[in-house]
């Protein structure tokens, strides 16, 4: 069965009950009648003249690479605070915490050549979109299951373990990384930071850490973060987990490609989608 584009996204929300389009997130290049789709995690100009020359019907990329998702990608982070108030973060360090990396993300926006990729796909005629909160809150929400399926008294190797069986990141050339504190540590309590727009450094992890959290789970962090919360917080108990980028990435879009595929759309999997198929 064949799909439109809008019918495309309204799936992914649908996959994690939400009714609005996530500001990362936006149709590029739209189309009405959608049978095939080359999927990946980051399609940008060489991927589009790719599926344009292989008689794709759509470019469906995670990351975004232009136009309003890339420019005003800023308001996501606004789960940055979120997700630090549920765990009892004052909102006002929450918001501290988020600043630098919502001004960061503001600045790189305004600067970004945001018509690059959608230009080519518009030459091209080539639709293309992209979805990215929405398949990062399905990974989410499956850390949070593991997290949440431990027992009490865990330790962060179990965690560490448990996360490893997820497919997505067992065959990941990527391992899971305990970033800060040992693995024997207790787990204590979970801040699963993911499906935020992007990690929060450590100002975030900081601001969890102050506030009763043990454990943060991060996809991806800066060794210039690490080494901040190493001097801060080394031998303190507090562990700071990192599942891998691009894995972790993986678990949302396999999701929402297998709920694409039930509804009669080819996919074919490239850039880091299908790990763990």
């Keep these: 069965m064949a799909l439109s584009t809008s019918e495309i996204m309204e799936i992914s929300l649908d996959l994690v009950g939400w009714d609005e389009v996530p500001a990362d997130s936006g149709v590029h290049v739209p189309a009405d009648a959608v049978e095939t789709a080359l999927v990946g995690i980051d399609l940008e100009s060489p991927e589009i003249q790719l599926a344009h020359r292989e008689g794709y019907d759509l470019v469906l990329a995670h990351h975004p690479p232009g136009g309003d998702p890339r420019v005003n990608f800023a308001p996501v982070l606004d789960k940055q605070i979120e997700f630090m108030t549920d765990h009892g973060v004052p909102e006002e360090r929450a918001e501290e915490a988020a600043s630098s990396i919502i001004s960061g993300m503001e600045h790189a926006g305004h600067s970004a050549n945001y018509r690059h990729d959608p230009s080519i796909a518009e030459h091209l005629d080539q639709p293309y979109m992209n979805v990215h909160l929405a398949p990062d809150e399905l990974g989410r929400r499956r850390f949070r299951e593991v997290a949440d399926d431990l027992a009490d008294d865990a330790t962060v190797d179990a965690f560490a373990d448990a996360l490893g069986e997820i497919p997505e990141i067992d065959e990941a050339i990527t391992d899971v990384e305990l970033r800060l504190g040992e693995r024997e540590n207790d787990l204590g309590e979970v801040a699963i930071h993911h499906a935020a727009g992007t990690n929060g450094g450590s100002d975030v992890a900081s601001a969890y850490f102050d506030n009763g959290v043990d454990t943060v789970l991060y996809i991806h962090v800066g060794?210039?973060?690490?080494?901040?919360?190493?001097?801060?917080?080394?031998?303190?108990?507090?562990?700071?987990?990192?599942?891998?980028?691009?894995?972790?990435?993986?678990?949302?879009?396999?999701?929402?490609?297998?709920a694409l595929e039930e509804e009669g759309l080819e996919c074919d999997t490239v850039s880091g989608c299908g790990i763990g198929r």
């Design 223 to 258: 060794a210039g973060d690490t080494a901040e919360l190493k001097e801060e917080y080394g031998g303190e108990g507090k562990n700071l987990v990192v599942t891998g980028h691009i894995a972790s990435d993986a678990i949302g879009m396999n999701e929402f490609i297998d």
